[in-house]
């Protein structure tokens, strides 16, 4: 009698397959059968923790029958009956049965009564079918199917190998060869197939089997002395051993095909996640120098000298030649980095990167101009102060001198005016002495202005703060208190002068007649001794003096003459170079910006032509470098003003940094447009269509689109937001299309607009760059992998379980990514659960941005 339809479902087997016919004709079979179809049930068992001893016996209650159909399927059945009675067996069978029955099969004459009371040969029947029906129906290879199709695919496995020839599921397989052929096949490394030996099937049979169950998770479901005692083996035992190599193969292949996505999953997050540590190490260093710099930039604490603050001037070139380049690199490589971790990351269909609180490129560029806000400042501050210190030097000086001449000057005046010459002196003499002191008082009269001067000079030193202005001050007090002495001094001679005259008149006009007598002699020596005092007067050394400081003063004039001309020469060499190279980086900033935005040929084209600009630009630097060594040579000449130049050092120093920037910028703009025109598969026309768009909103030719410049960007393109809903509605020339719109009061949807700018501008710097825009216009096109397909990877190789094994992991995935996922995945909480297990579902949608990972 017949156990199954020989017109199933895809007509699967063939009419002569009767199954009690088989079995009739060698009996040897039922007992390989048995085995096999244990084996194959228990395989699948396992999953569901359990398994069976006794084929005809252990399904007789239809609870594991039903047990083995849930878990081949992965659908639930009906709910059993849990009942010990006859009845409930039935109800369960029936169950199966009818499952079975629901997928297409056929039966015939297997009822539910025959396996409640353990016919063997129905039991076997019914397995055979499911055996059929779910392990070998669905098995395509070349447009065919089922048996044909599976001994069709062990053909094309087993060609290449010497003494395999696979023409039917008993004889073929006796030697054994071709199972190891299947083995070596797929796995080399398991099998040595060259030692094997035809004319050993045992040796052959139970090295298949052996590696099969050892490695391959393929229960032994023959015996090779079974196979190789009996003339044809069982054609349905075979075929059951034979598809489950098929299944576990083939699963390996979906195993490998899901761990390679995987491994293209995690590679891509490894790779966005390096470049978002690079990130955030790049700006945290960058910001610390920052941080450390400023304070240094803000210190206005004053130098006592002239030396002292050409070393803060020189300190502070350093700074600008050698300090700071290199962080305007790191700034300007830190922001490629930024936009090319954003193109990966849209690219790849993950969410945009937000950098650690305080390390937006935001944040950065506001921490750099601050620190160029503080440069600035610095620089006008340390100019400043080497022009007060040079005015203190020369004021410093010029008391020096004025005092010390001052100090040689009274040098003895006071002893002199405290002499007591006068009490011994005559009445000629005192006269003389007279003549004398009013000469001195004339000098003394003449000297007020110097020590005005000195006292008007320590003045203005204290008030620009001199360093030494105790000193001076102390020098000033005691010139002042000499001054005031001298001229008390002075007066109280001049009264003992006059005093002791009148004295001597009156003893005079008592010796008159003695005068008279000895007149002669007297008028004598009376003109000898006024002659005598006259050539005591020290007019004549003073003129020697002044003759002497001419010829000096002559040669500091000369001196600065030739100073100034030299200055003049540094002001005109400085400028002449200036007036070239400001203007020569205004130009090429001007043709880096109409290259970018111009579409002449490809983007490789512009790359090309942008990367020959920036070899042109670095060939440059020389020429920096000699002006800033003019630079030098000006400010070490205290040269604060040029009329040659309206460019600064700094004006040429802030252009090359913004033309380097720039250059290397663009270069990275175009790449990432590269990267988006590949991945997205964007045509050079639509390429050139989003470009003529964005450009002819760009007003002010920044590179970038403001909010409503973008709006009427996307309205110009054909999107409709105005109901909150984004859908292309077509193309019109952008003037046109946009004036229609105004014309017809149309207003887009805040929140849909609002949502669109969450997209092209996620660091809501309020501008949309071309490159946002290119990955907005074309986001749906990518071919990109989802959570739900890394999701379905992993099932795969979890084996179909809700959760995934430390060990499965490091078995199927390279050692780095396996560890990667193990570090990241949280354990598996859910009833099904095993020690060890973890939860890939949440890990998978974490990958993509729809959790914390």
Known sequence: ?????????????????????????????????????????????????????????????????????????????????????R?????????????????GVKLVSIGAEEIVDGNVKMTLGMIWTIILRFAI?????????????????????????????????????????????????????????????????????????????????????????????????????????????????????????????????????????????????????????IRRTIPWL????????????????????????????????????????FNTLQTKLRLSNRPAFMPSEGKMVSDINNAWGGLEQAEKGYEEWLLNEIRRLERLDHLA????????????????????????????????????????????????????DRVEQIAAIAQELNELDYYDSPSVNARCQKICDQWDNLGALTQKRREALERTEKLLETIDQLYLEYAKRAAPFNNWMEGAMEDLQDTFIVHTIEEIQVRQLVPRRDQALMEEHARQQQNERLRKQFGAQANVIGPWIQTKMEEIGRISIEMHGTLEDQLNHLRQYEKSIVNYKPKIDQ?????????????????????????????????????????????????????????????????????????????TLGPEEFKACLISLGYDIGNDAQKKTGMMDC??????????????????????????????????????????????????????????????????????????LRRELPPDQAEYCIARMAPYNGRDAVPGALDYMSFSTALYGESDL
Request: charged content about 30%; proline content about 3%.
């Open 735 to 808: 003037e046109d299309f946009r004036a229609c719109l105004i014309s017809m009061g149309y207003n887009m949807g805040e929140a849909e607009f609002a949502r669109i700018m969450s997209i092209v501008d996620p660091n809501r710097l309020g501008v949309v760059t071309f490159q946002a825009f290119i990955d907005f216009m074309s986001r749906e096109t990518a071919d990109t992998d989802t959570a739900d397909q890394v999701m379905a990877s992993f099932k795969i190789l979890a084996g179909d379980k809700n959760y995934i094994t430390v060990d499965e």
């Open 137 to 289: 129906q669905d098995i395509s290879v070349e447009e065919t199917s089922a048996k044909e199709g599976l001994l069709l695919w062990c053909q094309r496995k087993t060609a290449p190998y010497k003494n395999v020839n696979i023409q039917n599921f008993h004889i073929s397989w006796k030697d054994g060869l071709g199972f190891c052929a299947l083995i070596h096949r797929h796995r080399p490394e398991l099998i040595d197939y060259g030692k094997l030996r035809k004319d050993d099937p045992l040796t052959n049979l139970n090295t298949a089997f052996d590696v099969a169950e050892k490695y391959l998770d393929i229960p032994k479901m023959l015996d090779a002395e079974d196979i190789v005692g009996t003339a044809r083996p069982d054609e349905k035992a075979i075929m059951t051993y034979v598809s489950s190599f098929y299944h576990a193969f083939s699963g390996a292949q979906k195993a490998e095909t899901a761990a390679n996505r995987i491994c293209k999953v995690l590679a891509v997050n490894q790779e966005n996640e390096q470049l978002m540590e690079d990130y955030e190490k790049l700006a945290s260093d960058l910001l610390e120098w």
């Open 298 to 337: 803000e210190n206005r604490a004053p130098e006592n000298t002239m030396q002292a603050m050409q070393q803060k001037l020189e300190d502070f070139r350093d700074y600008r030649r050698l300090h700071k380049p290199p962080k305007v690199q790191e700034k300007c490589q830190l922001e490629i980095n």
């Open 1 to 85: 009698m017949d156990h199954y339809d020989p017109q199933q479902t895809n007509d699967y087997m063939q009419p002569e397959e009767d199954w009690d016919r088989d079995l009739l004709l060698d009996p040897a079979w039922e007992k390989q059968q048995r085995k096999t179809f244990t084996a194959w049930c228990n395989s699948h068992l396992r999953k569901a923790g359990t398994q069976i001893e006794n084929i005809e016996e252990d399904f007789r209650d239809g609870l594991k029958l039903m047990l083995l159909l849930e878990v081949i399927s992965g659908e639930r059945l009906a709910k059993p009956e849990r009942g010990k009675m």
């Open 397 to 448: 000086e010029k008391f020096r001198q004025k005092a010390s001449i001052h100090e040689s000057w009274t040098d003895g005046k006071e002893a002199m005016l405290q002499q007591k010459d006068y009490e011994t002196a005559t009445l000629s003499e005192i006269k003389a002495l007279l003549k004398k002191h009013e000469a001195f008082e004339s000098d003394l009269a003449a000297h007020q």
């Open 627 to 703: 002006l800033e060594g003019d630079h030098q040579q000006i400010q070490e000449a205290l040269i604060f003003d040029n009329k040659h130049t309206n460019y600064t050092m700094e004006h040429i120093r802030v252009g090359w940094e913004q033309l380097l920037t720039t250059i290397a910028r663009t270069i990275n703009e175009v790449e990432n447009q590269i990267l988006t025109r590949d991945a997205k598969g964007i045509s050079q026309e639509q390429m050139n269509e989003f470009r003529a768009s964005f450009n002819h909103f760009d007003r002010d030719h920044s590179g």
């Open 87 to 103: 009845v409930h067996k039935i109800s369960n069978v029936n169950k199966a049965l009818d499952f079975i029955a629901s997928k």
